[in-house]
């Protein structure tokens, strides 16, 4: 599921306690981010169109339908397939020669890999 960074921001309150009513969604994202009402509302719709969010009454009360974990391992696979041409290999290359990884993380990252399999 491929959701913009605004879709992202409505998400994010809702990860981070669900289920909202939509004017609560309205007051934290004024809040945090200086969205206005209609702003707000229609992100929130946007989210309901794509099947991220479910709405019901009374009230406007949203909740996720899909978690955190299900949008970051669309949103990585996404990114794979345009930037790496679907190659894990050519992204974690990519990664590590502008990023750098520590010894530690290495060690961690070696012991996934070898879980995975």
Not at 13 to 42: C, F, M
């Amino acid at each position: 599921m491929k959701l913009f960074d605004s879709e992202l921001k409505v998400m994010e309150v809702l990860w981070e306690q669900e289920p909202r009513s939509a004017k609560e969604i309205v007051d934290l994202l004024s809040q945090r981010i200086g969205w206005n009402k209609n702003t707000t509302y229609t992100v929130i719709r946007k989210c309901i169109e794509k099947g991220a969010v479910a709405r019901e009454e009374p009230g406007f009360i949203c909740r996720t339908l899909v978690s955190r974990d299900e949008v970051a391992q669309s949103e990585t696979e996404q990114l794979i397939d345009k930037m790496f041409g679907g190659s894990s290999e050519l992204f974690f290359s990519s990664f590590l020669k502008h990023q750098g990884i520590s010894e530690e993380d290495a060690a961690r990252l070696a012991e996934m890999i070898r879980d995975s399999k």
